[in-house]
């Protein structure tokens, strides 16, 4: 089983960057495509964007693609997702994932991931 653990959230205006980081413990998860989803009061978990495991390919929701970048650090085992001209929009809690099987492409079916982490705060004010 793996442990994931999301931190850097926080407040920030809009334009502004944060970083997240997403921790995993327990096994390594090179091979494991990772997601990020938000979820904003009274709205759906919706998907951000992912990176498969293997190959580290990267695959985005439109309302973030050429915002946000998601990498991998394999030595440390952790997951980022780089958001840059953050909106008020953009506000949510913010999940890291991990897909139930190796190599697959990561989607925005949340039923395609076993492990979630526990969430973190992003709050862009305008």
């Known amino acids: 089983q793996v442990q994931l653990v999301e931190s850097g959230g926080g407040l920030v205006q809009a334009g502004g960057s944060l970083r997240l980081s997403c921790e995993a413990s327990g096994r390594s998860f090179s091979v494991y495509s990772t997601g990020w989803f938000r979820q904003a009061p009274g709205k759906e978990r919706e998907f951000v964007g992912g990176?498969?495991?293997?190959?580290?390919?990267?695959y985005y929701a439109d309302s973030v693609k050429g915002r946000f970048t998601i990498s991998r650090d394999n030595a440390k085992n952790t997951v980022y997702l780089q958001m840059n001209g953050l909106k008020p929009e953009d506000t949510a809690v913010y999940y890291c994932?991990?897909?139930?099987?190796?190599?697959?492409?990561?989607?925005?079916?949340?039923?395609?991931?076993?492990?979630w982490g526990q969430g973190t705060q992003v709050t862009v004010s305008s």
């Open positions: 994932a991990t897909h139930k099987s190796a190599w697959r492409t990561p989607t925005g079916n949340r039923y395609e991931y076993n492990n």
């Open positions: 990176i498969r495991g293997g190959d580290d390919s990267t």
